[in-house]
């Protein structure tokens, strides 16, 4: 797979947000949004065997999955050999590509009306950046996607009035619809990976 990097931080967002996890990075994404905070491009090629190794250096069993977009590159008898060594896999996907069924649990960030998911674990949806429609980009989309738990997470814009600007209404907009919970980005903040 290629791999762009691994690391150890806290997750910071959404479900398990404070929960320590090792970051499995995967290169290449199939969408362009213009708010992407993440640099996904270039990477190393490494085995299942190279990556695991690399895994097991953390204590943690908590594996995060992200990318760019891992939906890309997963397959079903990695996930497997995770499973073996006792890991609880996290994915995060934009939910245009089907993951592998063995996957423990699915984040989806829908940013493209393609979303191949009627129901996922966690839905994470990218608020109030002008780029994806403004407050609601799922009314945006016009699609629908089921979930255990529906988070909404401001956009990062990298301007700090902006960003403060779109946390008010994105507080004002679950206030309003409170099936929606606030997901902030808390590394971020902490100044952590
Ligand atoms: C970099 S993406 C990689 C996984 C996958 N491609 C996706 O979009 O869900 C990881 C998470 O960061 C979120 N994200 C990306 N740019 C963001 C930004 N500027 N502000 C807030 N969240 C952002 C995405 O929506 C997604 O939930
Ligand atoms: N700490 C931390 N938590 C995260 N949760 C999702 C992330 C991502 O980039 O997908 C991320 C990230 O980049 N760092
Ligand atoms: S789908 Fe995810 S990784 Fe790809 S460009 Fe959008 S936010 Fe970035
Ligand atoms: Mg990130």
Same mark, same amino acid.
């Given at each position: 797979?290629?791999?762009?990097?691994?690391?150890?931080?806290?997750?910071?967002?959404?479900?398990? %947000?404070? %929960?320590?996890?090792?970051?499995?990075?995967?290169?290449?994404?199939?969408?362009?949004?213009?708010?992407?905070? %993440?640099?996904?491009?270039?990477?190393?090629?490494?085995?299942?065997?190279?990556?695991?190794?690399?895994?097991?250096?953390?204590?943690?069993?908590?594996?995060?999955?992200?990318?760019?977009?891992?939906?890309?590159?997963?397959?079903?008898?990695?996930?497997?050999?995770?499973?073996?060594?006792?890991?609880?896999?996290?994915?995060?996907?934009?939910?245009?590509?089907?993951?592998?069924?063995?996957?423990?649990?699915? %984040?989806?960030?829908?940013?493209?009306?393609?979303?191949?998911?009627?129901?996922?674990?966690?839905?994470?949806?990218?608020?109030?950046?002008?780029?994806?429609?403004?407050?609601?980009?799922?009314?945006?989309?016009?699609?629908?996607?089921?979930?255990?738990?529906?988070?909404?997470?401001?956009?990062?814009?990298?301007?700090?009035?902006?960003?403060?600007?779109?946390?008010?209404?994105?507080?004002?907009?679950?206030?309003?619809?409170?099936?929606?919970?606030?997901?902030?980005?808390?590394?971020?903040?902490?100044?952590?990976?």
């Amino acid at each position: 797979m290629k791999v762009k990097e691994i690391f150890y931080s806290l997750q910071g967002e959404g479900r398990f %947000t404070g %929960t320590a996890a090792v970051f499995l990075r995967l290169s290449g994404c199939n969408l362009k949004c213009p708010f992407c905070d %993440t640099d996904h491009f270039d990477g190393t090629f490494m085995s299942h065997e190279d990556i695991m190794d690399e895994l097991v250096k953390y204590p943690s069993r908590h594996l995060v999955i992200t990318g760019g977009e891992p939906s890309l590159q997963l397959e079903p008898g990695f996930i497997d050999m995770l499973h073996e060594y006792g890991y609880f896999v996290q994915v995060e996907t934009n939910g245009t590509h089907p993951l592998p069924q063995n996957v423990d649990w699915i %984040t989806c960030s829908p940013k493209s009306k393609n979303i191949v998911y009627d129901r996922v674990n966690e839905l994470k949806v990218v608020f109030g950046s002008d780029a994806v429609g403004g407050n609601s980009l799922l009314e945006h989309l016009s699609i629908s996607v089921e979930a255990e738990e529906y988070y909404l997470q401001p956009c990062d814009t990298g301007d700090k009035a902006v960003n403060v600007e779109i946390l008010g209404r994105c507080v004002e907009y679950i206030k309003d619809n409170p099936v929606w919970r606030l997901s902030l980005q808390t590394h971020k903040l902490i100044d952590i990976p």
